[in-house]
Structure formats: C-alpha cells, structure tokens
C-alpha cells in the first residue's frame, strides 16, 4: 500500500514537474490515427489526428521544439482544408514571438501581433501572446496561441497554431 503510494505521489509529481513534455508523451504513446467525421448533412470529412499528422511545409517550428499533437483536416464540399499543430518550447515570450513574426513574413504572410490584448483576462486562462496572420496568395488564415510557462522542474509553455485554406 505505502508502495503503491510513493509510485503515484512520484508519477504525479514528475507530470506536474516536466509539464507539457507529459503531453507530448501521452500522445506519442497514443500514435496517430486517421479518422472520418460526418456532419448532420451528410458530409463526410476525412482527418488524421496525432503526433505525425501532416502539415504544410509553411508551418514555421521553432528550435528544439517538440511536437505534442497535430491534426490535418481534409477539404470537403463546404469545408475548407484546416490544420492544427500543438507544440512545447523552453524558449521566452520574446524569442517566440520573433521567431514567428519572421518565419511568417517571410512565408509570405500579412502579420498582425496582438500582443497580450486584455492582457489580465487573458493571462488569467494561461494566455502570454496572440499572433494572427494571412497569405493574401494562398488563402490561408493562421492563428497562433503563445501560453504561459508551466512545469515545476522544466519550465516550458504550449504553442497552439491553427490554419485554414479558405
């Protein structure tokens, strides 16, 4: 009993203490999966989900960044095609958020920082920076969601990018 104990006060601490790395684990374990989504319509829509869910050569990956889920939704009649990328960094607000606004310009993108906003509400919910962006040539529409440092023993904070091709 006092065994069983200490195992699940350790595990409980390690998750809490690596912090998103414990995602990034937890689905590469889960692998990745093609799955097929039905609306009320009728419309059927084809998805791969997880780890290795492919995504566009134009998604910018900072250094040493780790990818904890993705997803790749393909285009169906009245759906447009859209992705979405979740990753876990160790680097600053700052250096992200440099990291990004280039690699978007660069790809072609018209950038628009909305920095913290509201930033209290948005601090409050684990929200540090807003990017938003669009490539006038390709249609696609790209928000990115900087969070808030987490873990204990390995401070790092989740990457949220999502995209659409309209």
Do not use: C
Not at 11 to 32: D, E, F, K, N
Not at 46 to 71: L, N, Y
Not at 100 to 114: C, E, I, K, M, N
């Amino acid at each position: 009993m006092v065994r069983s104990f200490i195992l699940a006060v350790i595990g409980v601490s390690l998750v809490v203490g690596i912090g998103p790395y414990a995602a990034a684990v937890l689905h590469r374990m889960l692998g990745t999966s093609t799955v097929v989504y039905s609306d009320p319509s009728g419309t059927v829509r084809p998805a791969i989900i997880g780890v290795a869910a492919p995504q566009p050569d134009w998604v910018p990956m900072p250094p040493g960044a780790v990818i904890t889920t993705g997803a790749h939704f393909l285009p169906a009649p009245g759906h447009p095609e859209t992705g979405s990328l979740d990753i876990v960094t160790r680097l600053s607000i700052d250096e992200l958020a440099k990291f990004y606004l280039d690699a978007l310009r660069a790809s072609g993108f018209t950038v628009t920082d909305d920095g913290l906003g509201t930033a209290a509400k948005l601090q409050v919910i684990g929200i540090d920076r807003l990017i938003q962006a669009r490539n006038p040539s390709s249609g696609v529409e790209l928000g990115l969601t900087i969070g808030s440092p987490e873990g204990i023993f390995i401070k790092s904070r989740v990457v949220q990018l999502s995209w659409r091709r309209s």
